[in-house]
């Protein structure tokens, strides 16, 4: 499975942005995906998964209220509305492909790892 992750810029603080991630194939469609993200100097850290029906999602408590994790399975595309950034958020953000069809957090819970695309807010 590739993931294609999309829809990364530049965007003032309070601004939005919407990324994407595109997986080659359907496989996806039977598993949780998550966005994580990476700043300078940083871990990689969780933001938010979806499970494979999309019934069930989680968010990182630092984004709760703010950002909005979708997907359509149709689509083999899952997605990241980000409202409100903050500079905090500038990151580059990961989508990745769980082992399993319930949302987690733990990177080793995913097998699968897109390339990244880069979020700048500025202040």
């Known amino acids: 499975v590739q993931l294609q992750a999309c829809g990364g810029g530049l965007v003032q603080a309070g601004g939005s942005l919407r990324l994407s991630c595109a997986a080659s194939?359907?496989?996806?469609?039977?598993?949780?995906v998550g966005w994580f993200r990476q700043a300078p100097g940083k871990e990689r850290e969780f933001v938010a998964s979806i499970s494979w029906r999309g019934s069930s999602t989680d968010y990182a408590d630092n984004v709760q209220g703010r950002f909005t994790i979708s997907r359509d399975n149709a689509k083999g595309t899952v997605y990241l509305q980000m409202n409100h950034l903050k500079p905090e958020d500038t990151a580059v953000y990961y989508c990745a492909v769980s082992r399993f069809s319930y949302t987690g957090r733990a990177l080793t819970n995913y097998q699968y790892w897109g390339q990244g695309t880069l979020v700048t807010v500025s202040s």
């Open positions: 194939r359907r496989t996806s469609s039977n598993n949780a």
